[in-house]
């Protein structure tokens, strides 16, 4: 899978944005620890998201699951929980997954794709897929993925929805977004004062 560079403007969704700038915040000055990591409950629902820790095991990255959101309990069905990435990915979207998993922990950078598949009438379902590093001295310990199903002219149903990924998915989006690329966010005070830069 290629990944591209790209921005905070490149990842559709509004609460992932910010998420993704409060992780870029933290990690301005390298990969930040995942304790310092309070977006508040405002900026992103935790319904939505997984906690993959990153483990090494023969020098390949295995990511196994210490958190999932309850509105991917609609999705999947069994319990996620101590289970490794590849035992619970759909066999048709494995390479796609662990692919972007093993970019983010390999670069520290954000990670954002859109994996696209169709309702019974036809019409787009995107999975927004984006993930945030966390760890210290330069090692990715923990990924942050955010999950969000779209689709603008049907409906979502989340039980039947992993059934529509698993017979035909493509990957219409895959980028990487480096912390440094967010702008910067200007100071209280220089809004207050009408200055902004």
């Known amino acids: 899978m290629n990944f591209e560079n790209g921005t905070v403007h490149s990842i559709r969704s509004i609460s992932q944005r910010g998420l993704a700038a409060s992780w870029a915040r933290l990690a301005r000055q390298g990969l930040p620890p995942f ?75 954000a990670v954002y794709t859109v994996l696209r598949t169709y309702d019974g009438a036809g019409f787009p379902i995107d999975f927004e897929r984006l993930l945030l590093p966390f760890g210290k001295d330069g090692r990715v310990q923990l ?41 910067k966010s200007r100071s209280k005070s220089a809004v207050k004062d009408g200055i902004s830069w």
């Open 143 to 183: 990924i942050l993925a955010s999950l969000q199903l779209i689709s603008l002219e049907g409906t979502v149903e989340r039980g039947t929805v992993v059934g529509s990924f698993e017979a035909q998915a493509e990957c219409v989006l895959s980028i990487r977004v480096p912390a440094a690329s967010f702008p």
């Open 35 to 109: 304790d310092q990591f309070d977006p508040g409950r405002r900026v992103h629902d935790p319904k939505q998201l997984v906690i993959w820790k990153v483990e090494a095991n023969n020098g390949q990255n295995v990511f196994r699951a210490l958190y999932r959101g309850s509105l991917l309990d609609q999705a999947f069905k069994d319990g996620w929980i101590g289970k490794t990435l590849a035992e619970v990915t759909p066999r048709s979207l494995l390479s796609a997954i662990i692919s972007a998993s093993d970019h983010c922990a390999s670069t520290g950078c």
